[in-house]
């Protein structure tokens, strides 16, 4: 059977700093017919944190199942990759591997067309502005420094190229965001074609 998915499924990922706001909100405003969802995963690092993950993103892909060919794009600001990256980088006490593989499996089934973006600076000194800005969250586990988003932006990066080594169905595209917003703006149309 072949798929004639009707709508968009976006993932932006990504570290700290490295524009994911500004592009889902560009996504939602821009793209007609799109539902922004912001997630910021569970605050519990502990093994029984492995559990309420895995519970959140199961449910979470069950709603997008169920959003299949209704015309509606959904854009994701981070999902279940960002919990995996989390994890490789031992800010949890737990490895979430074989649910994240279990997971992007599924994901990689559903009825949309599908985009996975990751962002990320080529001149990572950029990450200072952009992490000193006022409201910018601080995690317990995670303290968000400019050598932690470095780290996490090697890692988005290296899941990038393994989700499109592997899922020749996602489109997979890795975006420089050293740019000016409206530089950004355009790679991001060209993308998804809007």
Do not use: W
């Not at 990759?81 to 994901?107: A, G, N």
């Not at 600076?121 to 601080?138: H, I, M, Q």
Request: charge should be neutral; include cysteine; hydrophobic fraction near 35%.
């Amino acid at each position: 059977m072949i798929k004639m998915a009707n709508s968009k499924l976006i993932i932006v990922e990504g570290p700290q700093g490295a524009g994911k706001t500004t592009v889902t909100d560009f996504i939602r405003h821009g793209l007609k017919y799109t539902n922004l969802y912001r997630l910021c995963g569970t605050s519990d690092s502990t093994p029984s944190g492995k559990e309420k993950a895995k519970d959140m993103y199961v449910d979470l892909l069950d709603y997008i199942k169920r959003m299949e060919n209704k015309s509606i794009n959904l854009v994701f600001d981070r999902t279940f990759f960002t919990e995996e990256i989390y994890c490789r980088l031992d800010f949890k006490q737990y490895k979430f591997s074989d649910v994240y593989e279990d997971l992007l499996e599924k994901f990689s089934k559903l009825d949309f067309d599908i985009y996975y973006i990751t962002l990320y600076l080529e001149n990572t000194d950029l990450f200072a502005n952009r992490l000193s800005r006022d409201g910018k969250a601080v995690l317990d586990y995670a303290k968000f420094t400019i050598e932690s988003s470095i780290n996490q932006q090697n890692q988005y990066l290296k899941m990038a190229d393994e989700i499109s080594s592997n899922y020749p169905n996602i489109k997979v595209f890795k975006v420089s965001n050293d740019c000016n917003e409206q530089e950004l703006k355009s790679k991001i149309k060209d993308i998804l074609n809007f």
